[in-house]
Nanobody
Framework: QAQLVESGGGLVQTGGSLRLSCEAS????????MGWFRQAPGKEREFVAG????????YYRDSVKGRFTISRDNAKNTVYLQMNSLKPEDTAVYYC???????????????WGQGTQVTVSS
């Protein structure tokens, strides 16, 4: 089975930017739907952004549209989340998830990374 490792988190001020990376190993990365999720302290995990394998469709939650961009580099087995104009409400642990084609819209992401902390100061 695939393993996912997130990196790129850190501390930034409001309005700053971060680029998260999710490196995959142990499976065929290029044939997977990918998504980013986040969980703030005391809150439930929520969907942030997703990218399908086949059509390359992207999905974003309303609060990050126009600020975040999800992309992938199949040659590097890596998915990215570019986060611009960060707000304190974006503070959370960010997790990368993967599944076979169709998993994103069908709600069956089944491979998860360990998470990377993103903190946005007020």
């Amino acid at each position: 089975q695939a393993q996912l490792v997130e990196s790129g988190g850190g501390l930034v001020q409001t309005g700053g930017s971060l680029r998260l990376s999710c490196e995959a190993s142990g499976s065929t990365f290029g044939s997977s739907d990918m998504g980013w999720f986040r969980q703030a302290p005391g809150k439930e995990r929520e969907f942030v952004a997703g990218l399908t394998w086949g059509a390359g469709n992207t999905y974003y939650r309303d609060s990050v549209k126009g600020r975040f961009t999800i992309s992938r580099d199949n040659a590097k087995n890596t998915v990215y989340l570019q986060m611009n104009s960060l707000k304190p409400e974006d503070t959370a642990v960010y997790y990368c998830g993967a599944g076979t084609p169709g998993a994103l819209v069908q709600g069956r992401i089944n491979i998860w990374g360990q998470g990377t902390q993103v903190t946005v100061s007020s």
